[in-house]
């Protein structure tokens, strides 16, 4: 893989951690990577977002599993001016055989990163996020009451 970013960040998102790998180094020589964890509540993620950018990385990737990217994306969204956040598919994310590690995962999304090899997903504004939010509840709630009316019919 051909580097074309000197500094970058790798987060490996988890519902109670968060590891962060940050890449950096002269484009052709081998990069030092410095590997911390974050705790998942909000001072963790604001400590996590106050350390890249006191590491000067212009170039965050991270994976999308579950929900737990959304919190972390938040509170990321606020410096999107100052470095470039990529959210990505997970399956776009295929590691190298081995043991998995938390640890490797964060190193692996850097490096993929500092070769460019990531293509960030759509994540529309927030705004529409919201209102996407509401939808869903909205739609979860008919639901519910939909099943409800039909068990007491049932049941009648």
């Known amino acids: ?22 890449l950096s180094g002269s484009i052709g020589k081998t990069a030092v990577s410095e590997i911390r964890d974050f705790p998942t509540p909000a001072s963790g993620l604001t400590d996590l977002r106050d350390r890249i950018l006191s590491c000067g ?41 081995g043991k998995k590690t938390d640890m490797r995962d964060a190193e692996w999304i850097a490096a993929l990163l500092r070769a460019s090899l990531r293509n960030a997903g759509f994540i529309p504004e927030k705004s529409i996020r919201e209102l996407r939010h509401l939808t869903c509840y909205r739609k979860s709630i008919v639901h519910d009451i939909t099943s409800q009316k039909n068990r007491i019919e049932k049941f009648l």
């Not at 893989?1 to 940050?22: F, N, P, R, S």
């Not at 990529?86 to 399956?91: F, G, H, I, Q």
């Open 1 to 22: 893989m051909k580097d074309l970013l000197e500094i970058c960040c790798g987060l490996d998102v988890h519902k109670d951690k968060i590891v962060a790998c940050v």
């Open 57 to 97: 990385c212009r170039h965050v990737a991270m994976e999308s599993i579950g929900i737990y990217w959304v919190a972390l994306y938040e509170v990321l969204e606020d410096s999107l001016e100052v470095f470039t956040l990529l959210v990505v598919n997970a399956r776009h994310m295929k590691n190298v055989p």
